[in-house]
């Protein structure tokens, strides 16, 4: 579950509801926990519909299965179960938790942007909230790594693999097909290990299918942390399952971490590269915040953001507060001080554990202990084998795979969920994969993009579909040849006149250094640009100033080596109408009807440059109907202009102006002092005379 700011309200006030038991979240343990509290309160002769519980979404995910999901082994829906069927009787509200006040007892909960929200009033509270996934400790995880949590995760991962053997089959350059059909796979825990295993068994299913894909081109990596796979296991067990995976085309590189992920590359920590399109994230656990706010700031003891209970599963020194699953640190019976493992076989006994003592509680009987010790591990490998360590015997190969799918199979909530489950597996066993692409389009308003030194955004030629914006770093743009047609800085924006006008990217995309951009879709700024006139006519501003690279460029090649190599002192302007920053507007219009500039520079009392004022951003300025005449100058956003020292050469002036696409560089002073201004019309009238006194009679 995650947290959201809260916001003032202007509507109504959240609805107070008064309750004997809350249960936030919606997870094994939760589940489990509202599945058994309806017969506890009947006994003590309460209504089931004084417990509630809190989740994000109105389903449990039957996670164990999840990888079986994204490999198109059984279908979405078979694989969650509505909450308001497993535990009848009890409210259910789908929301976020907002914040949780132990003193005063009670949940503040987000049910929706059209709703007023709800604040629950309990006696008894059950903490049950899983963690979240944090990839922020990798540069471009988070923008670029599938991730395996939910089942739309698994839904997206099944489109995703789908999507790149589609598109290498079109392939016909052989370094984009290697890494359309390269996925790697980060984490070599029980997740990490079956997503991998899936994966391979449907790539290799379908390359089949495909004319232009061969078993050989398909690359599955796996990245793990350890020297073995499935640390959790027995070392032999472990290897086992490495192994089998690596018999079967899976690449395994152990002992190595991600550095840092962009849209084609992954970069690992010993230096290698991967070339690839698709990551998998299958680490990064990361406290959940209404958790890590409860111990911060409520004093509730913790072992690293998991709250400490006795083996009662209550929280001591906070009467009514009880905690299960992975956010909690059960202790282990007989296990020497070890906290139980944050498994689904743990969540759902705890579960039910706890539902039994807080019964016993409100009846005023003897609590009994949570004494489970674990009855194994399994994991499935794919390819019809499994590992698996069941009350000290190990079993792996059809064996364990045969044990998996049973032991599992048992576990899913639902009669009509394990039939479903079990025609879905007969099914796979006579027919070959779903290979449909059915892949939902949401609209994402925006989206963080993540480039390491000299990686390739787009290409000249391709079809765009996003305006970027860079956020840090910068990008180069570069023609035909490899030259930089234009640099773009920190907070300045580029693809405009490609999205505006089609035809495709007119230049190459080139990070400069490592770099950050936030990506606006095309489908959501097209409305904007067809809407708004003001909108189109910045970046009609820009477009031009993309066009004006070009014009620039060919002039250069018109004009004589000698005005090229001469020094900018030679052929600047001096005499350039200027303003300070603490003038107002009506000293800026007086000088405006003196002299006509399009431009006109800033400087402070020193004549030292500040910035650039246009005319038309100034005009811009005082429509805003609350500019006064009193305003200053220093208020209006200034222009870019490029700016040379009074040492430069002409060469280096227009180098300057093509990087920013415009017709004019400032000159200045190793102070900063202002010292004149080189145009290209002065640089053409200044060739032309040096030509007719070339060709003048003797």
């Known amino acids: 579950m995650s947290t959201e700011p809260v916001i003032a309200r202007t509507g109504p006030e959240p609805a107070r509801i008064k309750l004997k038991i809350a249960i936030l979240g919606g997870g094994f343990g939760g589940v489990y926990c509202g599945q058994k509290i309806g017969k506890e309160l009947k006994k003590a002769g309460i209504d089931p519909r004084e417990a509630a519980i809190v989740s994000e979404?109105?389903?449990?995910?039957?996670?164990?299965?999840?990888?079986?999901?994204?490999?198109?082994s059984i279908q979405p829906r078979h694989v969650v179960n509505p909450i308001r069927q497993l535990c009848r009787g009890l409210q259910v509200y789908r929301g976020s938790v907002i914040s949780v006040d132990l003193k005063a007892k009670e949940v503040h909960v987000n049910t929706g942007n059209f709703s007023a929200g709800v604040i629950l009033e309990y006696e008894h509270i059950v903490l049950s909230l899983g963690a979240e996934i944090d990839l922020s400790r990798v540069p471009g995880m988070p923008e670029h790594a599938l991730l395996m949590q939910n089942v739309g995760d698994a839904m997206i991962l099944r489109a995703t693999v789908i999507k790149r053997i589609e598109e290498a089959n079109a392939e016909y350059r052989e370094e984009v097909r290697k890494r359309l059909l390269t996925f790697v796979v980060v984490g070599g825990g029980y997740s990490g290990v079956e997503t991998a295993g899936e994966m391979l068994d449907m790539l290799l299913?379908?390359?089949?299918?495909?004319?232009?894909?061969?078993?050989?081109?398909?690359?599955?990596?796996?990245?793990?942390?350890?020297?073995?796979?499935?640390?959790?296991?027995?070392?032999?067990?472990?290897?086992?399952?490495?192994?089998?995976?690596?018999?079967?085309?899976?690449?395994?590189?152990?002992?190595?971490?991600?550095?840092?992920?962009?849209?084609?590359?992954?970069?690992?920590?010993?230096?290698?590269?991967?070339?690839?399109?698709?990551?998998?994230?299958?680490v990064g656990n990361a406290p959940n915040p209404i958790i890590r706010q409860i111990c911060d700031?409520?004093?509730?003891?913790?072992?690293?953001?998991?709250?400490?209970?006795?083996?009662?599963?209550?929280?001591?020194?906070?009467?009514?507060?009880?905690?299960?699953?992975?956010?909690?640190?059960?202790?282990?019976?007989?296990?020497?001080?070890?906290?139980?493992?944050?498994?689904?076989?743990?969540?759902?006994?705890?579960?039910?554990?706890?539902?039994?003592?807080?019964?016993?509680?409100?009846?005023?009987?003897?609590?009994?202990?949570?004494?489970f010790k674990g009855l194994g591990e399994l994991a499935s490998i794919g390819h019809q084998t499994a590992v698996a360590s069941i009350m000290g015997v190990q079993f792996s190969g059809f064996i364990a795979w045969f044990m998996w799918r049973t032991i599992y199979l048992s576990k899913l909530p639902g009669i009509d969920r394990k039939l479903?489950?079990?025609?879905?597996?007969?099914?796979?066993?006579?027919?070959?994969?779903?290979?449909?692409?059915?892949?939902?389009?949401?609209?994402?308003?925006?989206?963080?993009?993540?480039?390491?030194?000299?990686?390739?955004?787009?290409?000249?030629?391709?079809?765009?579909?996003?305006?970027?914006?860079?956020?840090?770093?910068?990008?180069?743009?570069?023609?035909?040849?490899?030259g930089t047609a234009r640099t773009i800085e920190e907070g300045d924006f580029f693809g405009e006149r490609a999205l505006v006008h089609g035809g495709g990217y007119l230049y190459d995309a080139v990070a400069e250094g490592r770099t950050e951009l936030v990506s606006?879709?095309?489908?959501?700024?097209?409305?904007?640009?067809?809407?708004?006139?003001?909108?189109?006519?910045?970046?009609?501003?820009?477009?031009?100033?993309?066009?004006?690279?070009?014009e620039i460029k060919a002039i250069i090649d018109k004009l004589h080596p000698t005005t090229l190599e001469a020094c900018v002192t030679e052929v600047m302007r001096s005499n350039l109408a200027t303003l300070r920053g603490d003038q107002t507007l009506q000293d800026a219009l007086s000088l405006f009807r003196e002299r006509r500039f399009s431009i006109y520079p800033l400087v402070d009392e020193d004549g030292k440059l500040t910035g650039v004022m246009g005319r038309e951003d100034f005009?811009?300025?005082?429509?805003?109907?609350?500019?006064?005449?009193?305003?200053?100058?220093?208020?209006?956003?200034?222009?870019?202009?490029?700016?040379?020292?009074?040492?430069?050469?002409?060469?280096?002036?227009?180098?300057?102006?093509?990087?920013?696409?415009?017709?004019?560089?400032?000159?200045?002073d190793s102070e900063n002092h202002l010292q004149g201004i080189v145009t290209v019309m002065d640089l053409l009238g200044e060739d032309l005379a040096k030509k007719e006194v070339t060709s003048s009679p003797a």
């Open 205 to 282: 299913e379908t390359a089949r299918f495909y004319t232009n894909v061969s078993e050989e081109d398909i690359k599955v990596v796996l990245v793990h942390s350890r020297e073995r796979i499935l640390q959790t296991l027995t070392d032999s067990l472990g290897d086992y399952a490495g192994k089998k995976l690596k018999e079967r085309g899976l690449e395994l590189c152990l002992n190595e971490r991600v550095r840092a992920v962009t849209a084609t590359k992954v970069y690992l920590q010993s230096g290698n590269e991967i070339e690839t399109s698709t990551v998998i994230s299958t």
């Open 57 to 72: 979404q109105n389903y449990m995910v039957f996670q164990p299965m999840l990888a079986e999901v994204a490999g198109a």
């Open 297 to 371: 700031h409520q004093d509730v003891p913790h072992e690293r953001y998991r709250i400490i209970t006795d083996e009662y599963l209550h929280v001591e020194g906070f009467p009514g507060v009880w905690s299960v699953g992975d956010c909690a640190a059960v202790p282990l019976a007989d296990g020497g001080g070890d906290s139980c493992p944050q498994t689904a076989q743990f969540a759902m006994r705890q579960g039910a554990c706890l539902a039994h003592n807080i019964g016993r509680t409100i009846r005023g009987e003897k609590l009994k202990p949570f004494l």
């Open 619 to 668: 005009f811009d300025f005082i429509k805003r109907g609350d500019v006064g005449d009193d305003a200053l100058l220093s208020s209006i956003d200034c222009m870019s202009l490029p700016i040379c020292d009074v040492s430069a050469r002409v060469t280096e002036a227009l180098e300057g102006m093509v990087r920013m696409g415009r017709y004019k560089c400032l000159i200045v």
């Open 420 to 482: 479903r489950v079990v025609i879905d597996w007969s099914l796979d066993v006579f027919f070959p994969r779903d290979i449909n692409l059915l892949n939902p389009r949401y609209t994402k308003l925006y989206q963080k993009v993540h480039l390491e030194p000299d990686d390739i955004l787009f290409n000249r030629g391709e079809p765009a579909f996003s305006l970027y914006v860079v956020q840090s770093g910068q990008i180069v743009l570069k023609d035909s040849e490899g």
């Open 520 to 550: 606006l879709s095309g489908e959501a700024v097209m409305p904007f640009i067809q809407s708004s006139r003001r909108f189109r006519r910045v970046l009609a501003k820009t477009s031009a100033q993309v066009s004006a690279e070009g």
